[in-house]
């Protein structure tokens, strides 16, 4: 592992890969939720890929246009879990 300096948006990104985690433990554990739990556990590791996939980038020009790919990727699946969310009528 490299000596990388603190990064918050790593920090974040761990924290809410380790929260997306325990969240599908109890979706498949207790819910028997196989489906969905899958799903979220992609949805919720994918910021952290994505943001460490950009601090090994090549360039400056390479590390932005990496994490916007990553904000784009996150909003898109953001968008498609408020759907989730919606009052069905």
Partial sequence: MTNQPASPMREKS???????VNLCKYLVGEKKEY???RQILKSGTSPGANIREAQ???????FI????IAQKETMRRC??????FLPIT
Avoid: M, Y
């Fill in 56 to 62: 090994n980038a090549e360039s400056t020009d390479d």
């Fill in 79 to 84: 968008i498609g879990w408020n759907f989730c």
């Fill in 35 to 37: 489906v969905l739990s």
């Fill in 65 to 68: 246009h990496k994490l916007g």
């Fill in 14 to 20: 761990l924290a809410l890969a380790i929260r997306i």
